[in-house]
């Protein structure tokens, strides 16, 4: 038994696993995350702890409202740099029930027209254009939310076709896109039969728990030789920009309260984790930027900073820096 032992505190104590990982002591209502997701190394060492607050889901799920007011760790892997929770709750379907959003129409409606996300959806189409020849423009987009994507890729001449779960989204990109927007997951659309030459993540992979699942599965979705597109945030780097602005402002740190963001990719563990899902020629740079709508000097100040950093993060290297706070990765389906 590890000796770690706090009376009266509810925690329970657990037994180290036979690898020589070290023992854990576990809150009620979690279970332990023992090995790294993405290489499988036990070495993994407590860097930040997040918070839960459901208070919002006082009324829709007093179950998942329960967990508000708990602290889980994240740790980071010695062996490949990524970063992941050191437990998850045991709570059934956690993930679906917190994603569980009701969004208004009007809201889903907005984020169909906005523009913020087009500098990094207009970088993907151009580099998918690079990449695979005009006769093969089959694109599956993964997570299409209210279908932006889509829509931005059938004007460039895709055939597009989207996965969303959430169903109010789901409907809205169906209905103005006219294109098939599926309701399953990656794994049921590639048992199924379906294949593309190009899928993509954006703002997606880092949701999803032991995502070396989900990027088996796109390969399975892709024609050989097709193109896989992932764009996640840095973790190493949004860890290093929340500690400065914490230190020099009244900003409190937020890195992946509530575990919205469960894996924390870095350039190193991203490339690692797609080329182990059987992709050839993994290449990751960093992302375009978001660019908000802001208003006034203020916005256009905001939206120049953000230029400035992603065209300092584009020269070589630099992606390895904590100027590269989004990274964007391709990956080619092998042929066999
Ligand atoms: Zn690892």
Redesign the pocket.
Known sequence: MNAESRAGSGFSVIDPPEDGAPGLVLKPGFERVAR?W????VRLSRYYECRMDFSEYVEQDPELHQYTGQHVWLVR?A????GQPEALPTLPNFFDRMYDQRWSDAWVQQEFSATYKDLIFDAILNELANRIPPARHRLLDVGAHAGRFMHLAQVRGWTVEGIELNPRTAAYAQAHTGAHVHRVNAHTLALDGHRYDAVVLTDVLEHIPEPTRLLAALAALLEPGGIVAIKVPNGSAQWIKERWLARLTAHRMSLAENLVHVNQFTPR?LVRAVRDAGFRRVQVSAAAPELPAGNGVRGMLDGAVRRAMFAAASFPGAVHTPLALHLQAYGTKGQQ
């Not at 993405?38 to 190394?41: A, D, L, P």
């Not at 062996?79 to 990524?82: K, L, Q």
Request: charged letters at 0%.
């Open positions: 790294c993405v290489c499988g190394g892997c062996g490949c740099g990524f563990s």
